[in-house]
C-alpha cells in the first residue's frame, strides 16, 4: 500500500463488551463487526473498493427514488441515475462521500459531512454518524440537520449484511416479525402496492430461507413495550445476529444478496432499517393509503434515527 489513504478512508476502530467494529470514513461505513472474534457482518479490506454497499450509509434517502423524479414542493426535481440498470437513483448522496472524523475514543467513533445543495436536491443537509460499542452490540445513530434555508425531505437507513455463522443465506434461518410486505416490479422493483406478508414473505416465525429471494421492504413490526423490533437471523448451531430498532425506523428493507459475482453472491443477508419506504420522495404513486414515513427537515430542524447490531 502506498503511503496515501486506503481506498475505503480513513480508518477508525472501536472495542467494548467483547466487540469491535472497524469504520472506513468513505460512506462512513461500518467495514467490519466482530463478537468476540465472530464475523457478524460480511467484510471487506481498507484498501479495498466497496463492494455492494456493505456497511454504507444511506442518507438523505436509503434504497430507490424511480427514475431519479420526485416533486417536492411544487418543485419538479431530477436526480443523477446511480442505478443505470434499472434506471433509478439508489441510496442517496453520500454513500462515496469522504466523512469527517470528529470523535474517535475507545467504544466510539462520529463521523460527519454536509450534503450540498445540487441539482436534484436543492438543499444542505448535514448527516452526522455515531457508532458506539457496549456490551449490549453496535448502536448506531444517523442525525440528518438542515443547515440550509430551504425544506428537504429526508429519509435515512444503513446497508450491513449480516452474517449468522458457517456457510451462506441459504442455510440460515430468518425471523422477521413484520405484518406487511410492499410489493415490487420484477424487472426494476418499483414499489407497487403494500400488502399482508403472504408465502414466502410470512417470516413472522422462525423461518429457514433456502433457495427463496427477498428484495423488498417490510412494514408493520411486532414490537415490545418500548417500540422495539428485532430481525434476527440464525445459522443452525443457533448462533447469529440480530437487529433491533425502535419506532424512528418504520420500514426494514432485507435482501439475499442474490449477485453475479459469485464471492457475494448470498454471502450475507441485508437487513437496513430505514426511517422511510422505497420511493418514499414519490409517495403518491403507491397503491392504497401508505405511510411512506417520509421526514421533511424545516430549517434548523434535525432528526435521529438509531439501531443496534448484536450477536445471538
Known amino acids: 500500500m502506498s503511503s496515501a489513504a486506503p481506498r475505503s478512508g480513513t480508518q477508525t476502530s472501536i472495542a467494548a463488551g467483547g466487540y469491535t467494529a472497524d469504520i472506513a470514513s468513505v460512506g462512513a461505513t461500518l467495514r467490519a463487526l466482530r463478537h468476540d472474534g465472530r464475523d457478524l457482518v460480511t467484510t471487506f479490506d481498507a484498501d479495498e473498493v466497496r463492494p455492494v454497499f456493505r456497511g454504507a450509509v444511506l442518507a438523505p434517502w436509503p434504497n430507490r427514488v424511480v427514475d431519479g423524479r420526485y416533486t417536492f414542493d411544487g418543485v419538479e426535481q431530477e436526480l443523477a441515475l446511480t442505478e443505470p440498470k434499472r434506471s433509478h437513483a439508489l441510496h442517496g448522496l453520500v454513500a462515496w462521500t469522504d466523512f469527517a472524523v470528529l470523535e474517535h475514543d475507545a467504544d466510539r467513533v ?68 413484520a405484518a406487511e410486505v410492499l410489493e415490487v416490479t420484477e424487472d426494476r422493483l418499483i414499489p407497487t402496492e403494500l400488502v399482508p406478508v403472504h408465502d ?16 423488498h421492504a417490510f412494514t408493520g413490526f411486532d414490537r415490545d413495550a418500548d417500540g422495539t423490533a428485532a430481525i434476527t437471523v440464525t445459522a443452525a448451531d443457533g448462533r447469529g445476529v440480530r437487529v433491533a430498532f425502535g419506532t424512528d425506523c418504520g420500514w426494514a428493507q432485507v435482501h439475499t444478496a442474490d449477485h453475479v459475482v459469485p464471492e457475494y453472491h448470498r454471502s450475507g443477508l441485508a437487513v437496513e432499517p430505514m426511517t422511510c419506504a422505497p420511493n418514499a420522495f414519490n409517495a403518491d ?7 411512506a414515513g417520509l421526514v421533511v427537515l424545516e430549517p434548523g430542524a434535525a432528526h435521529a434515527a438509531t439501531w443496534t447490531i448484536s450477536a445471538v
Open 110 to 177: 462520529v463521523l460527519a459531512t454536509t450534503v450540498q445543495p445540487q441539482e436534484g436536491y436543492p438543499a444542505r443537509v448535514e448527516v452526522r454518524v455515531e457508532y458506539r460499542l457496549d456490551a449490549d452490540g453496535l448502536h448506531t445513530t444517523i442525525t440528518g440537520t438542515n443547515t440550509g434555508d430551504d425544506r428537504a425531505p429526508w429519509g435515512t437507513g444503513p446497508h450491513p449484511y449480516l452474517v449468522a455463522g458457517a456457510g451462506t443465506v441459504d442455510d440460515w434461518t430468518l425471523t422477521l416479525p
Open 200 to 215: 414466502e414473505f410470512d417470516l413472522r416465525q422462525p423461518t429457514a430461507i433456502g433457495s427463496r429471494f427477498i428484495d
Open 285 to 291: 404513486a403507491f397503491a392504497g393509503d401508505v405511510d
